[in-house]
């Protein structure tokens, strides 16, 4: 068997801006609440109860890469690192529920328009916009590279543009005196929070699936192998991810009737092929001689045969 690891540590920094953000959050969250209830506006308390999930985003957020840092066991011998994708599940399944929220109250300010201070709406606006530009900021180093910190960092992207929205809806109902652009904008800020639900859940559902990353290509990935020196055949392969940025990979190889010291050099080939163009730094793989009844290039788990422990 040949395993190679590469785990990342170190999350302090981002644990300091989720910190700080989830603080300047909050303070707006207050403010936003006190404003719209002064102003009569559906659309500042609707970006106040959004940026509120924030916090609680944030925090969740901050948890999970506490939880990813501790060590493997013998109870958890991958350690915490799935706890980042719950979180980023529970994240994206509050958007939801705050958006289906947003349009329920949207609907009933149709049906009984409020008069709105355009002035509160726009001020307001544009403070909360500033501090969401700013946190959004905070948490957008590294979101590329981790669910946890990408579904948080959609949380505040969201907001900004949400806060965008209020003030546009402000300075419509100050120049044209139609109120009913507030739970207008209040429909396009839930319709903009239920597109960024649906990309956080799409990536977790399928981590937790255990499927393939988007990104590979698996017909490429086996021209590659096969295309190494010393490697007759690939079967049994499974790729999947643990978090986003932590790939594994299976695989049955075969190989000619070979010593132990020229399968190592076969396995140390694959790894460096694995990394460097797939961004995969663990792997398990079987050597076989050739002779060896093959299995299917990716094999069902349900209907293992001969002996193979999948």
Known sequence: MGHHHDHGTGHASSKLRLTVS??????????EVVAGLQGHSLALLTDAAHN??????????????????????????????????????????????IAAGIFQEAYHRFLQL????????????????????????????????????RSAYLHLLGDVFSTLGAVAAGIGIWLTGLHWLDPAASVLIGLLILWNAWIILRETLDILLESTPRDID???????????????GVHDLHVWSISQSLRMLSAHIVTDDITLHDGAAIQHRINDCLVDRYNIAHTTLQLECEGCEPDLLYCDITHARHGHAH
């Open 114 to 149: 409020v008069p709105v201070m355009a002035d509160v709406l726009v001020g307001m606006g544009g403070v909360a916009f500033l501090v969401n530009v700013l946190t959004a900021w905070l948490v957008s180093h590294g979101h590329r590279h981790d669910l946890n910190l």
């Open 218 to 232: 698996m017909s490429a990935m086996v021209r590659d192998l096969m295309a190494l020196e010393g490697v007759r």
């Open 52 to 97: 509120l999930t924030d916090v609680l985003a944030l925090g969740l957020s901050g948890y999970a890469f506490r939880a990813a840092e501790q060590p493997a066991h013998a109870g958890k011998t991958y350690g915490y690192h799935r706890v980042g994708i719950l979180v980023a599940l529970f994240n994206s399944s509050t958007l939801v529920v």
């Open 22 to 31: 989830a603080g300047l959050t909050l303070a707006l969250v207050i403010a």
